[in-house]
């Protein structure tokens, strides 16, 4: 068995599925408590529930931790002395602390049909009873320790814990002091007839070996705790230090957040464009604040700052539009920190068949000056495609802009000769020439800019939305700018 030596926490997923948030926060905070103190992050798969395995889960799990760059210092891929580190290879090992406990006279096998503990349950109902199993133990309760082990060891059969039920107390470290009754100890399994421990003996086990000094895991576990702490004495083991981290609730605030609700899995937020950094980001701030006022963290930052007295004991709500918000402060970050190439790198596979026909070069611009509207990078398609394509021209679109309905058709034709006259004129092509001639022009004709620059994105985009027209035309170009205004006038000329 590790001796402890220094701070130890793990995050010991299920592969049953997809990894999903209240997942994750339970592998940051675990994370942050050992990079914090300069201790060790170990992965575990708990995977020994083989009926609910899902195949290809392990490897989401492992890839969604290095994308969050939650890298492991033991663990699958990686290694370490206390492997293995997945359950089903571990077998040897829970049997070797399940003779233990039948050497000492706290377990015993089980037999027990389900029918028949079924049956049990339902008489207990009927009189009003809360099912125990400890309050119909078979007789095999009595048999000596001998006898145990040899069963044990040569038939495929269950063995159970034997319950000595007492009051029990422990300190939470974010629930603070918790007891409980002798009622809810019972006499759980520890290995089932096929031979595989369950999590409740087998995380005690791993714990032990691996010297886990910090448990972070959902607030549902508490409930299975009094059964916990009796292991823990039966096997004279110290138990580490608890976290029950509270639900995440839905958006509604009145349950639990489930697929119901809206959430997605990590890995399709991803894939929908959420940075990881921006994904890291929220979730350790859903149920953590430093004090202060602050909200966006790096990843160092989350390290230096993190402390276990901050994480709230009341539930945090999902929000997805705080993960947008957060989003877009990622993307803008990097954007001002690290440059336009760096964000670059972030959108790869986010591009249109469109774009990728054009240069890397041509990407860049594009994304230097659109980079500041998106929220996700999975609307880079969309808000870029007017780059890309020649947009197809949209009349109605303009009569019914709100800043242009006043305007007659022989108005807006005015205006945009006059605008393909004085675009022409620009010898240099640049934002700050093309800002000029935009500003000449609204002395010309009078307008206002919301009136003449609203003609003219639309002319040149027939898109909802654009970044600041000069800078559009001049990613653009003189030529492809002033044939789209030509060819918005034609339209106009020849609508009725």
């Not at 926490?9 to 050992?34: D, Q």
């Not at 654009?466 to 000329?493: F, W």
Request: glycine share 6%; hydrophobic share 35%.
């Amino acid at each position: 068995m590790k001796e402890n030596n220094g701070t130890v926490t793990r995050f010991a997923p299920s592969p049953t599925g997809y990894i999903h948030i209240g997942n994750v926060r339970s592998a940051i905070y675990p994370f942050l408590i050992a990079k914090k103190a300069g201790g060790r992050f170990i992965l575990r798969i708990e995977d020994t529930d083989q009926a609910r395995y899902v195949e290809g889960a392990t490897d989401l799990i492992m890839e969604t931790l290095k994308w969050l760059g939650l890298e492991w210092d033991e663990g699958p891929e990686v290694g370490g002395e206390n492997g293995p580190y997945y359950q089903s290879e571990r077998k040897e090992i829970y049997r070797k602390w399940a003779e233990k406990m039948i050497l000492s006279g706290r377990a015993y096998v089980d037999e027990t049909k389900t029918e028949e503990i079924e049956r049990m349950r339902k008489e207990d109902n009927e009189e009003k009873l809360a099912f125990l199993f400890r309050n119909h133990r078979p007789d095999s309760y009595n048999w000596d320790t001998e006898k145990t082990l040899e069963v044990f060891r040569n038939e495929k059969v269950a063995l159970r814990f034997k319950a000595e039920p007492k009051r029990r107390e422990w300190t939470d470290e974010v629930m603070g002091k918790m007891h409980a009754g002798p009622e809810v100890q019972d006499d759980i399994i520890l290995i089932k007839k096929d031979g595989m421990p369950t999590y409740n003996f087998a995380h005690i086990v791993d714990d032990a070996e691996m010297g886990v000094t910090h448990i972070a895991r959902g607030v549902e576990y508490l409930a299975s705790m009094p059964n916990y702490l009796a292991m823990y004495e039966a096997l004279e083991l110290t138990p580490p230090k608890f976290l029950s981290l509270p639900h995440i609730l839905a958006p509604s605030g009145n349950k639990k957040l489930g697929k119901r609700d809206g959430a997605k899995s990590v890995n399709e937020y991803r894939k929908d464009g959420i940075l990881p950094e921006a994904m890291l980001n929220y979730l350790a701030c859903l149920g953590w604040n430093d004090g202060t006022e602050q909200e966006i963290y790096s990843m160092e930052e989350l390290i230096e700052k993190f402390t276990i007295p901050r994480i709230q004991s009341s539930p945090a709500r999902f929000d997805e539009r705080k993960i947008l918000w957060y989003n877009g402060q990622w993307i803008r970050k990097i954007f001002q920190e690290r440059g336009v190439k760096a964000l670059y790198e972030e959108t790869r596979g986010f591009w249109s068949k469109e774009a990728l026909a054009f240069s890397e070069e041509y990407r860049l611009r594009v994304l230097s000056i659109i980079y500041d509207r998106l929220k996700t990078f999975g609307e880079i398609a969309e808000f870029t495609d007017y780059f890309f394509r020649e947009p197809e021209v949209d009349v109605v679109m303009m009569r019914e802009n709100k800043f242009l309905k006043k305007f007659s058709k022989e108005e807006i034709l005015g205006l945009l000769e006059k605008t393909e006259l004085r675009l022409a004129e620009i010898s240099e092509w640049t934002a700050e020439n093309i800002q000029t001639g935009l500003n000449e022009l609204l002395a010309e004709t009078e307008k206002k800019p919301a009136e003449l620059f609203s003609l003219i994105r639309i002319a040149i985009s027939f898109a909802p939305f654009s970044p600041a027209l000069n800078e559009t035309m001049e990613v653009l170009g003189k030529e492809r700018s002033l044939g789209r205004i030509s060819r918005a006038k034609a339209a106009i000329e020849g609508a009725e």
